[in-house]
């Protein structure tokens, strides 16, 4: 098979219920989907709901980043449960090209399952810092100019909670987040972190942050934050 394409279109041909023919991952055929993907949302799109989501199902068990990654493309047009229990799969792959991906969609989707995913990441004792951290970064983009979103104040308190983090650098994210949401209902969580003592070594003091941060929530006007640490040199 020398493009995905083709193959979406072999599968649209058969009958419904006929074994769905083994999607190409040879490297053409990934080539082909990176060029692509635009044609094979579209034609994906234009399959019959079960149709659409066999072809996803077996899209979805190929061992191909860019197969996963135009899959997160894709699904992420689509409302529903299905939609997002697909970008859950994804969000649990091991490889940071494909996770990082479903985890932005899933931020954007802001769907109750996706807030619960970002939750036991953040509480999770066994969760790395870095995607702690991540996870933050990832819903404080995806509410920032989303202020009148149904589900704000619920992302606000899931980015609040790393404000109590044993990572400084998830700390100074959590502030950095809240600040640049102008979240003022996290008012009286940020204050009880002013004098936090801590470094953090990627991004620089967490009490500097986090007075940044209030006086922007208090004051309004441009965000202005304290330099990196590379910047004070």
């Not at 104040?153 to 044993?166: F, K, N, Q, S, W």
């Not at 987040?177 to 990627?202: F, I, N």
Request: hydrophobic fraction near 40%; charge should be positive; proline fraction near 6%.
């Amino acid at each position: 098979m020398d493009s995905v394409v083709e193959w979406i279109e072999r599968v649209r041909a058969q009958p419904l219920y006929a074994e769905v023919p083994t999607c190409p991952s040879d490297s053409k055929a990934a080539k082909d989907l990176v060029r692509s993907w635009k044609e094979i949302a579209e034609g994906v799109s234009r399959l019959g709901r079960t149709r659409r989501w066999r072809v996803i199902a077996a899209l979805v068990g190929s061992d191909s980043v860019d197969d996963l990654q135009r899959v997160n493309r894709i699904v992420s047009r689509w409302p529903g449960s299905r939609a997002t229990e697909t970008l859950l799969r994804l969000a649990h792959d091991p490889r940071e090209d494909v996770s990082e991906r479903a985890w932005s969609s899933l931020a954007f989707q802001a769907g109750p399952s996706s807030l619960n995913f970002f939750r036991s990441v953040i509480q999770h004792p066994e969760t790395s810092a870095k995607r702690r951290d991540d996870a933050i970064e990832f819903l404080a983009d995806a509410f920032d100019m989303r202020k009148r979103h149904a589900r704000f104040d619920e992302a606000v308190r899931l980015i609040a909670m790393g404000l109590d983090d044993p990572s400084p650098e998830v700390r100074w994210t959590s502030a950095f987040a809240l600040g640049k949401l102008r979240a003022r209902m996290a008012r009286k969580a940020l204050a009880r972190h002013q004098d936090d003592p801590m470094v953090s070594e990627r991004y620089g003091r967490v009490h500097a942050i986090v007075r940044a941060a209030l006086k922007v929530i208090d004051h309004g006007g441009p965000y202005i934050t304290p330099p990196y640490p590379f910047e004070q040199a």
